[in-house]
């Protein structure tokens, strides 16, 4: 092989091999642009509530030291601040621990409608008490999923309450099925659906970020922290899976989740299960 000599300059037979590495930095740069963004913004969603908590107690120690009435206020606007803050922390662990079994496919096997059944009753008392219709129209046929049941009921968990939080007041949110797709075959599906405002059009792309909100005094005053549907996506990709959102503005919005069918052996499994 012919090689140019560095020093030289003429094409020699002996040369020594001269190794060029290219490496395209690009990537590692957006994604440590991504993750200072990330703690800049966990670390402002932490502040926020913790200012107003240190304000409160400075008020209490002052101004409200007699004065039982606004004791009373700056008390309960203590215990929302430091729920807000709670339910930060609990979804950034949700989601950090998510992230870091990404990568590693599930091993367990469950029934993708059952996880979105559980969902559907563990957020109903909710839904009762605000006057929310759910309906579950879901066959009873088996959908195995090679899956984390606790995730699945989580990402179900989430779109439900959100369904309640952006919906109508005194709406109807349906858990409906959404098989049979062509666009996607070989998957089993499921949609949230709620007949609430909607979301205009271009918010769509974005709302699996991480602390992406169409309105964040909306997400914040129904308790939201920002970070629920880049769990539902997290899970979703370690599924394998896809989430849909298709919206229509004065109409609603439809959130369809679809995870690959289990192989055939699992299915076997989950029916012998089911008959025994
Ligand atoms: P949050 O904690 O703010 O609810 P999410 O990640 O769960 O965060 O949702 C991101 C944003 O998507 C919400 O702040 C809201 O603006 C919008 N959104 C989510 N679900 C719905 C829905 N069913 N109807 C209307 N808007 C929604």
């Known amino acids: 092989r012919a090689h140019v000599c560095p020093t030289r300059g003429e094409i020699t037979d002996d040369a020594a091999p001269v190794l060029v590495l290219v490496e395209d930095r690009t990537h590692d740069r957006k994604i440590e642009a991504l993750r200072s963004d990330f ?32 004791q009373e206020r700056f008390l309960a606007l203590m215990a929302r601040q430091a729920e807000r803050m709670k339910r930060l922390v609990e979804d950034l662990l949700s989601l950090s621990h998510i992230e870091l079994s990404e990568h590693l496919a599930p091993r367990t096997e469950c029934d993708l409608l059952d996880t979105a059944r559980e969902a559907g009753a563990a957020v109903s008392p909710l839904l009762r008490k605000q006057g929310v219709t759910l309906e579950i129209a879901l066959s009873d046929q088996p959908h195995p999923v090679r899956g984390d049941r606790d995730q699945l009921i989580q990402v179900f968990v989430n779109l439900l309450e959100n369904a309640l939080k952006y919906g109508r007041p005194e709406g109807r949110i349906v858990l409906a099925p959404a098989d049979g797709d062509p666009r996607w075959p070989g998957m089993w599906g499921v949609s949230v659906i709620d007949d609430g405002p909607g979301i205009a059009r271009e918010h769509v792309p974005r709302l699996t970020e991480r602390f992406y909100r169409v309105s964040a005094k909306a997400s914040r005053d129904r308790g939201g922290t920002g970070l629920g549907l880049a769990i539902v996506k997290h899970v979703l990709n370690r599924h394998r ?27 076997q499994n989950l029916a012998g299960a089911g008959n025994s």
Do not use: M, W, Y
């Open 39 to 70: 703690i800049a913004n966990a670390s402002h969603e932490l502040k926020t509530p913790l200012a107003s908590i240190l304000g409160s107690i400075e008020t209490l120690q002052g101004p409200a030291r007699d004065d039982p009435a606004g």
């Open 241 to 267: 899976g896809e989430l849909q959102i298709e919206s229509t503005p004065g109409v609603g919005s439809r959130f369809t989740v679809r995870v690959p069918k289990a192989p055939e052996s699992v299915s």
